[in-house]
């Protein structure tokens, strides 16, 4: 099983703030990666996939980087609206077998 | 829009069985793989299983093989989980996602329905 490591658990950071999340593949994944944002009582919903690419609608401010093991959303400029839960997936495996990270809570400083 | 509803939650004993649904509107069913989702109370988000568009292949997490069956009937455009033998530890709110691919990500999800396991 690939093993997908988010870091920080928690961030404390104020809005219009640049903030950096991170995410470690248990072993190499191409650019097999996805990104979900999850509110209170909300089901997740999806920001990046391809490890950079937008999903649509989703503000320029979020963006997507790595590739192989190591992984990076960037909010440029928080608002209000992103602090919630977000979760880094992995969809590298064949036959299927899909992972997520535990998790980053960008909470207001 | 795309919409996915699921339906069929609540409360069970340990050992006995449920099943849940999950209709689709505002696409084809038939043209996607469906996949499973849950998440217990508090927790992260655990891959439940997957389905082919057409339904020929089927894949699940170890923590479920053997309990657990996904079906799908594209006719009525809903989705169903079969969950038997069920444990305390499957206690969790059980969303349903469309995948983009065949085990890829996921890029419309359900509102979830909570599935608790008590006795």
């Known amino acids: 099983e690939i093993v997908m490591t988010q870091s920080p658990a928690t961030l404390s950071v104020s809005p219009r703030e640049r903030v950096t999340l991170s995410c470690r593949a248990s072993q190499n994944i191409g650019n097999n990666l996805a990104w979900y944002q999850q509110k209170p009582g909300q089901a997740p919903s999806l920001l990046i996939y391809g490890a950079s690419t937008r999903a649509t609608g989703i503000p320029a401010r979020f963006s997507g980087s790595g590739s192989g093991t190591e992984f990076t959303l960037t909010i440029s400029s928080l608002q209000s609206e992103d602090f919630a839960l977000y979760y880094c997936?992995?969809?590298?495996?064949?036959?299927?077998?899909?992972?997520f990270g535990q998790g980053t809570r960008l909470e207001i400083k | 829009q795309v919409q996915l509803v699921e339906s069929g939650g609540g409360v069970v004993q340990p050992g006995r069985s449920l099943r849940l649904s999950c209709a689709a509107s505002g696409f084809m069913l038939g043209n996607h793989g469906m996949d499973w989702v849950r998440q217990a109370p508090g927790k992260g988000l655990e891959w439940v299983g997957i389905i082919w568009y057409d339904g020929t292949e089927k894949y699940y997490a170890d923590s479920v093989k053997g309990r657990f069956t996904i079906s799908r009937d594209n006719s009525k455009n809903t989705l169903y989980l079969h969950m038997n033998n069920l444990r305390v530890e499957d206690t969790a709110v059980y969303y349903c996602a469309r995948d983009r691919g065949n085990g890829d990500f996921f890029d419309d999800w359900g509102q979830g329905t909570l599935v608790t396991v008590s006795s």
């Open positions: 997936q992995q969809y590298n495996n064949w036959p299927p077998s899909i992972t």
